[in-house]
């Protein structure tokens, strides 16, 4: 099963929703319908999930776009929905009643606590909306108080609000009290502590700038006449030797001027070996690092290669993503604008894949 086909993903949903169809004509269940589609949606989405995490811990890069925040959120918010209408279907007594819709949603609040504390921590510097990169931490913080909205939004609809949609709220305000208002406060104290400390050496910093002045300006006078002295001989050693090249010459006789030669330049001649990818690559693995999607003979993009790790890109798509990134979506590691403008390793897509892809 090819995860990263869309096929796949259109195949799961069809047989979920002809499935929940059929159950709701033939027993006439409402809950049961839903939870069938919840079901699928839950399967869609993590095989998505884990198939995108897979190709990031595997190029060392940060999980730094919106669909690692938009795929949990979506089992959440349909999670959030469903759950007050199957409390019939699929439950557990302990001492609580707790239906499994809404012990599903732990999973997806985990993974969305994680990745929101790192943003709003900035140990991941950036977020990339539609491969765009912007580091503001305002940007987590909106979509999160997006997220929230739609979830409170059911709870004045239905009047009924899901216990770990609950928790999911909860956790948000937690977040914002720690990273926007405890710090701005810890922030403002500091400058209040500063302020105070350094108001009673105003005085003596005067004095030793007054003092500093005084000594710059007389090293600078000073700077100023050996400078004076130095130019004076430097015009006078040109003038004699100007003279004593013309007195050398005879009139009459032709001066053989020097022919300027050229620096020859050593061109680097790339071999078909230079185009494979470093490492061990499969054909699965060598696709393009930013739409992730496969190479074919009929397209007429170029394929630029990363200078350090050599995975292919198409050409329009790498220059698009090297106006917002300086860096390779693959290794991670910078790449310089005169590779850019004129790069070594281009190449049309049917090339690459006969000299490349087909012989791996």
């Known amino acids: 099963m090819e995860l990263n086909d869309f096929k796949t993903y259109l195949a799961i949903g069809i047989v979920g929703l002809v499935v929940g169809i059929l159950y709701l004509i033939l027993q006439d269940d409402l809950s049961k319908t839903l939870a069938i589609f919840f079901i699928t949606l839950y399967i869609i989405v993590s095989l998505r999930y884990i198939l995108e ?13 919106t669909q690692f925040l938009l795929l949990p959120f979506s089992i959440i918010l349909m999670g959030n929905y469903i759950s007050p209408l199957v409390n019939d279907f699929f439950t557990i007594t302990i001492d609580i009643s707790f239906n499994l819709v809404s012990l599903s949603l732990i999973a997806p ?68 009290f720690r990273y926007f208002i405890f710090v701005r406060l810890i922030k403002s104290e500091r400058r209040t502590v500063i302020m105070s400390s350094s108001s009673p050496s105003r005085s003596s910093t005067r004095a030793r700038t007054s003092s500093t002045t005084s000594r710059r300006s007389s090293s600078q006078t000073s700077r100023s006449r050996q400078i004076s002295s130095t130019t004076r001989t430097r015009t006078a050693q040109s003038a004699s030797r100007a003279r004593r090249s013309s007195a050398k010459i005879a009139p ?109």
Request: some cysteine.
């Open 252 to 360: 009459g006789i032709e001066i053989a001027t020097r022919k300027k030669t050229r620096k020859s330049t050593k061109t680097t001649k790339t071999t078909v070996r230079d185009f494979f990818p470093n490492g061990k690559a499969s054909k699965d693995e060598v696709k393009c690092i930013i739409c992730f999607m496969e190479f074919e003979k009929k397209e007429t993009r170029k394929v630029i290669l990363c200078p350090h790790c050599k995975y292919p890109a198409h050409e329009d798509e790498f220059r698009s993503w090297y106006q917002n990134s300086k860096y390779c979506a693959r290794c991670n590691k910078a790449i310089s604008t005169s590779y850019v403008r004129n790069p070594k390793y281009r190449i049309t897509a049917k090339i690459y894949i006969e000299r490349v892809i087909e012989k791996l």
């Open 109 to 176: 609040v985990v993974i969305l606590t994680f990745h929101f504390n790192n943003y709003y921590s900035r140990k991941w510097p950036a977020i990339a909306i539609r491969r765009k990169v912007n580091k503001r931490r305002s940007i987590p913080l909106l979509i999160h108080s997006v997220f929230v909205f739609t979830i409170l939004l059911g709870f004045f609809i239905n009047g009924q609000i899901d216990l770990i949609s609950l928790i999911f709220t909860i956790i948000y305000l937690v977040f914002i």
């Open 53 to 65: 995490r897979r190709h990031y811990k595997k190029h060392k890069a940060i999980l730094a776009s």
